[in-house]
């Protein structure tokens, strides 16, 4: 079954300091991978996915993501940390061969982000 | 990014009423939108997948009687809530697909508090 799973409920940075959020998953086929945002009482924005090519891959706000296969793992990096960086941050990835390509996706517990001046 | 908009973002209705909560793509059409409940602190729990002009699929263990869904337009699905009892506040997001494909994404609403009293 696919399934996602981040295994840190918190993380703490200083700011400035680089930060990494991390992801694995498991899946039949292709993974087709992304990571959410989630600011206090609002919706999900998106940052950035993996469907195919580089494994590095760029997204909004200075973040990156690298996928690495032999590790089944799409962790969210960031080379220096902003306090308003500090948020819920969501690894997901897309249910191709469920739900009749309805493409849904499965969250990850999410990770909280703090990051402190 | 494509704009998702929900309505509204905070409603409290009295125990027993129904409540509706409206899910728009505002520049792009949305053939499949999707809609979930999120607790306090918790992931996201996908309850339905709504496609326009059929009946929405709904995920194990939601009442689809009770959680009606409409999706009578390309960039317009609906919720609602009948018969809201306090164990039904929660914070309910929305999202739609761009496109078809594996390449497409999925964009999420600003999400609609729902309290029940």
């Known amino acids: 079954a696919q399934s996602v799973a981040q295994p840190e409920d918190q993380v703490n940075v200083a700011e400035g300091n680089p930060l990494t959020v991390k992801c694995t998953y498991s899946v039949s086929g292709n993974p087709y991978l992304f990571w959410y945002v989630q600011y206090p009482n609002r919706g999900l924005q998106f940052l950035l996915k993996?469907?195919?090519?580089?494994?590095l891959v760029k997204g909004s706000y200075g973040f990156e993501a690298e996928f690495n296969k032999s590790q089944t793992s799409f962790h969210l990096k960031k080379p220096s940390a902003l306090v308003s960086d500090s948020a819920l941050y969501f690894c997901a990835v897309r249910d191709e061969f469920l739900s009749g390509g309805y493409n849904k996706l499965i969250f990850g517990a999410g990770t909280r982000l703090a990051v402190h001046p | 990014g494509a704009v998702v908009s929900q309505h509204p973002s905070w409603v409290i209705c009295k125990s027993g009423t129904s409540v509706k909560i409206e899910c728009r793509s505002l520049d792009f059409q949305a053939t499949t939108m999707f809609w979930y409940r999120q607790f306090p602190k918790q992931s996201l729990m996908l309850m339905a997948t709504?496609?326009?002009?059929?009946?929405?699929?709904?995920e194990q263990g939601v009442e689809k009687d009770k959680f009606l869904i409409n999706h009578a337009s390309l960039t317009l699905s609906t919720l609602t809530v009948t018969s809201a009892h306090p164990e039904d506040s929660s914070f309910y997001i929305c999202s739609a697909r761009t496109g078809t494909g594996v390449v497409n994404t999925i964009y999420f609403g600003e999400g609609s508090w729902l309290t029940v009293v």
């Open positions: 709504s496609n326009e002009g059929s009946k929405a699929t709904y």
């Open positions: 993996y469907i195919t090519g580089d494994n």
